[in-house]
C-alpha cells in the first residue's frame, strides 16, 4: 500500500488559498511567461478503465456501498501500519466526507480516484489514484490500496500498470512519482513490476505510524512516459498484491 495523498490535503488547501490569493497579480504578468496551473484545472470526473481482468471506475460518495468500502480499507490494520492520513477516517460519516473531499479535488484537476474493481463481478478490491497531478509541469504521484481479502492476486500491479498507461496516454503526464514507507518491501516489489525504478530515500518525510510527531524516511519510485513499458506479468504467487 502507497497512498500518501491524504497526508498532504493541509498543504494542499494552502497552495490553493494561495493560487487564489494572486489570481489577480497573474493578470498584470507577462503573457509569455509561464506558470503553474497545479490544481487549478477543471475536468470531469475520472473514466473508466478495463484491462487484465480489472475494471478501475470512479468512486461514489454518495453510495453507502462505495462509503462502506472507503472505510474498510482506511480502517485495515495493514493499511494503517503503513499510512498515517493526516485526518483519521473511522466512521462512515467520516469516510463519506474524505470521499466528498476527493471528488472536490477531482473537480479541480488535482486528481483521479479510482475503485478497483473485479471486471466480471463487480466486486470491490481496492483504490487507486494518481494525485497531487501538476499540469504544468506533467507530473503526479500514485497510490493505492488493497482490500484484505482481495490480497494474494497482484490486484496493485495490475491496477497501477493500468492507471499509469491512461495518466501517461490519456491525462498527459510525463512523470509518475510513487512513494512508500521504508521498509514496506511489497510496495517495492509492485513499483519495481511496474516499471517505477527506486530514485533514493525521502528522509523524515511521513509519519510514523498512528504519530503525528514522529517521522520516518520514504522510499521514491518513478517512472517517465519515455521509459520502455516493464515485461508482461508472470502468474500471481501466493499471499503478493
Known amino acids: 500500500m502507497a497512498d500518501l495523498h491524504e497526508q498532504n490535503a493541509h498543504e494542499h488547501k494552502r497552495e490553493h488559498k494561495h493560487e487564489q490569493e494572486h489570481e489577480h ?26 484491462g487484465d481482468g480489472l475494471r478501475l471506475r470512479p ?3 454518495e453510495s453507502d456501498s462505495d462509503v462502506q468500502t472507503w472505510l474498510r480499507g482506511y480502517s485495515d490494520p495493514e493499511f494503517r501500519r503503513w499510512n498515517t492520513p493526516v485526518k ?23 486528481c483521479r480516484s479510482f475503485c478497483v474493481t ?4 463487480g466486486s470491490p478490491l481496492g483504490h487507486i489514484g494518481v ?7 506533467r507530473n503526479a504521484r500514485v ?28 491525462l498527459g503526464m510525463h512523470r509518475l512519482e510513487l512513494g512508500h514507507a521504508l521498509g514496506h518491501d511489497a510496495s517495492c ?8 525504478p527506486y530514485e533514493g530515500t525521502l528522509r523524515g518525510a511521513l509519519f510514523e505510524e ?12 518513478a517512472r517517465l512516459a519515455t521509459d520502455p513499458e516493464p515485461e508482461p506479468e508472470p502468474d500471481p504467487e501466493p499471499r503478493e498484491a
Open 143 to 170: 497510490g493505492y490500496w488493497v482490500l484484505s481479502e482481495a490480497r494474494g492476486r497482484r490486484i496493485a500491479t495490475r491496477a497501477l500498470r493500468l492507471a499509469a498507461r491512461w495518466a501517461f496516454t490519456d
Open 118 to 121: 473485479d471486471a466480471a463481478t
Open 88 to 110: 483519521p477516517v473511522d466512521a462512515m460519516e467520516d469516510a463519506r466526507e474524505s470521499l466528498r473531499l476527493r471528488a472536490e479535488w477531482e473537480a479541480e484537476g488535482r
Open 59 to 61: 468512486w461514489d460518495a
Open 131 to 137: 494525485n497531487e497531478i501538476d499540469h504544468f509541469m
Open 25 to 50: 497579480e497573474r493578470e498584470h504578468e507577462p503573457r509569455n511567461r509561464p506558470h503553474s496551473r497545479r490544481h487549478t484545472t477543471p475536468s470531469a470526473p475520472a473514466p473508466e478503465l478495463r
Open 210 to 221: 498512528g504519530r503525528y510527531d514522529v517521522f520516518r524516511d520514504i522510499h521514491l519510485h
Open 189 to 196: 516489489r509492485i513499483a519495481e513490476r511496474c516499471g517505477f
